[in-house]
């Protein structure tokens, strides 16, 4: 059976919002409070100290107290100017230290799956865990970190298999995150490493991202998913832009009052990009009556506030796409 991303989290990790309503208890999920996990936790109430050396917080971190004090000092910082910004540049310093620790789970993604795993975490403890008190962030910045790896199976004989099969476990944590809050309006994963050949997975975590986030008067859609330069293929873009028409045309209360979705898709792995394109608008044609839902963002007024033809997405670039294979190469470097 399909096991879902959330119910794939660590116990101590319990998802945001709705999805979580374990998380409203005082300790920790199933079981008595640890170290640091006591009075508060859930509450809002604990210092910066105790949030560093709680139990929960110092596993995600592999341990390091360093690493805890810089995540909690970014989303400090992120609550209070409700932007989320953390590329890869950004955090190589220390994440840097936690994936080349010895014994480090593998995977390029190593590093930023702790590090989403503490801002989880952190969330929780800081008391935004219900649907009365969401996550203040309206965008989430992420550029350059590693959501999808490719890592060897181990056979049961012990040796590894020569196929290497995708992990998106880092690539659920941030669609979730976008999805557990009604704030959350913009999410960037430019340049994450996210490819079609991280197979069904991977592209149906991206499409949640263009999907109906939340149900009744809360239902609404991001207004920015930035895609660009990664690897994903024709068919890949493809399933995440008839998800988003498909959502919007059967859901158009949730966009009521909403800009066209910013959908960037741009230097991707997309073959004949321009037949791709006309192809879609002809599908968004017939398929639900929308001749004019897509719009390549080049026509004078185009923002990404409006549209002067009514669009439904915008894809600024999707001519532009990278041109030859660099699938091999992330397979050779899939396992580093």
């Given at each position: ?62 341990g ?6 810089e995540?909690?000092a ?36 190593r ?11 952190l969330?929780?403890l ?9 996550m203040?962030?309206r965008?989430i ?15 049961g ?11 998106v ?25 996210i ?24 239902a ?7 895609l ?40 991707n792995?997309?073959?004949?990009p ?30 990404k506030?409006?549209?002067?033809k ?27």
């Amino acid at each position: 059976a399909r096991v879902s991303p959330e119910s794939a989290l660590p116990r101590d990790h319990a998802p945001l919002g709705r999805e979580a309503p374990c998380a409203m208890s005082g300790g920790r999920r199933g079981g008595s409070p640890g170290r640091h996990g006591g009075k508060g936790e859930g509450k809002g109430e604990l210092n910066n100290e105790e949030l560093e050396l709680h139990d929960s917080v110092m596993h995600a971190c592999g341990g390091r107290r360093e690493m805890a004090r810089e995540v909690l000092a970014m989303l400090d910082g992120a609550i209070e100017s409700g932007v989320l910004s953390a590329p890869r540049s950004r955090c190589a310093d220390f994440l840097g230290p936690v994936e080349d620790t010895d014994g480090e789970r593998e995977g390029r993604d190593r590093g930023t799956h702790r590090f989403l795993k503490a801002v989880t975490v952190l969330l929780r403890l800081k008391g935004f865990n219900s649907r009365d008190r969401m996550m203040p962030v309206r965008e989430i910045e992420l550029t350059g970190q590693p959501l999808v790896a490719f890592t060897a199976i181990i056979r049961g004989a012990g040796a590894p298999s020569g196929r290497l099969e995708p992990v998106v476990r880092s690539l659920e944590l941030a669609v979730h995150l976008a999805r557990s809050s009604n704030h959350v309006v913009a999410m960037r994963l430019a340049e994450c490493e996210i490819s079609s050949e991280g197979g069904d997975k991977c592209v149906t975590e991206v499409a949640r991202l263009v999907r109906q986030v939340g149900i009744g008067a809360q239902a609404r859609f991001l207004d920015e998913v930035d895609l660009r330069g990664n690897s994903l293929d024709a068919e890949a873009a493809k399933k995440i832009v008839e998800a988003a028409v498909k959502e919007r045309c059967e859901r158009p209360r949730a966009c009521t009052n909403s800009p066209p979705l910013w959908l960037d898709l741009s230097f991707n792995r997309v073959r004949n990009p321009a037949s791709v394109f006309e192809n879609l608008k002809a599908w968004a044609g017939w398929a639900h009556d929308k001749p004019q839902a897509l719009c390549l963002a080049d026509q004078e007024g185009c923002s990404k506030e409006a549209c002067p033809k009514g669009c439904m997405l915008h894809m600024p670039g999707f001519l532009d796409q990278c041109k030859g294979d660099t699938q091999a190469k992330q397979a050779t470097i899939g396992t580093s």
